[in-house]
């Protein structure tokens, strides 16, 4: 019988120090796995900053020139309506002066601005840019001051 | 111009189509201060007159060049900074690199525009103008700016009295037009 008792202790402190050995056995968790478990773990946080991201960057591309940019043709309400001599001269006399702020005027006298120092820079440089000009099928028309 | 107005993006606050006109605006009004362009006028208008400093300075080309590029220098703008892009992986970075990727993209949508709507500008042989505008966009990257500013410091010192080549004239229409790009800081702040 004490023989038998001694058998079955010394089996079971056998398995315990095989548990321990196994243990002591064991790699730590590599950086990686620990990562991984991590995103695991959080997969839907993770989920929304992905998709967060993706969002941000369909908002970033759709301002981007889209392929058929060039072929839409220019909403009839976009076209400028016909401007008068005096309002472009007193356009002219606005781009004339240093204190100039583009946020006080319509977006409509704004590009007639633009046209206004594109014609001039065309019409004084000389035969240099006689090749880039082109015809608006009207010319500007500005009384003397 | 209805086309260039209509890629500048209405919702963003600031790189919007009247920033890209106070670019110009001021751009012209550097040129005259400098003499180089005579003032807007209805005689200038009907008679051009003879540019008041020597061509071989800036040349007509170039000021247009100019013109075109302050029009042109953040169409397209989403709105957001080179680093975001970058750092969000945005497929516009991927695109360009990771560099300049913005001024990339301004580059690329006034040159669509302008190969569509004016390409007498872009026709000639050696694709001079084209690649005046692409380096004048190129250099209003804030990024690399000190870089820009040491090759203009010594560039500023080298040319005083002295007739300038293709290159420096470059570099001097750059500087003009980074000046034009962040001159809103010197004018009255209305309120």
Known sequence: MKHL????SKGVSETVALQRYKKSRIAPQPRLDVFSSWIEDNTCILSIFVLTIRIIDHVVQSYAPQPN???????????LTPISSAHLASLAEKVNNW?????QYSLEDLIWMAILILEHVLSTGGPDLEKYKVSRGISLNIPAN | ML??????QPT??????????????????????SNILPPLNSTVLSNPIEPLLPT??????EVLALCIAAVGHDAAHPGV????????????ATLFND??????????????????????LFDDEDGRFRKLVIEMILSTDMALHFEFMARFEALRGAIVGQPIDEKQRRLVCCCLMKSADISNLVFRLLV
Not at chain 1, 99 to 103: E, M, P, T, Y
Not at chain 2, 12 to 32: E, G, K, M, P, S
Not at chain 2, 56 to 61: A, G, L, W
């Open chain 1, 5 to 8: 008792q001694n058998r079955i």
């Open chain 1, 69 to 79: 940019l060039l072929r839409r043709p220019i909403p009839l309400e976009d076209y």
């Open chain 1, 99 to 103: 204190d100039f702020h583009a946020g």
């Open chain 2, 3 to 8: 086309t260039v107005r209509s890629c500048y």
């Open chain 2, 12 to 33: 963003n606050h600031y790189h919007n189509f009247r920033h890209a006109i106070d670019v110009l605006q001021a751009t012209f009004q550097v040129l005259v201060q």
């Open chain 2, 56 to 61: 071989d300075y800036i040349s007509p080309v």
């Open chain 2, 81 to 92: 900074t080179n680093a975001f892009l970058a750092a969000s992986s945005s497929s516009l």
């Open chain 2, 99 to 120: 560099r300049s990727v913005l001024e990339n993209l301004h580059c690329l949508t006034i040159s669509k525009i302008i190969e569509e709507r004016w390409p007498a």
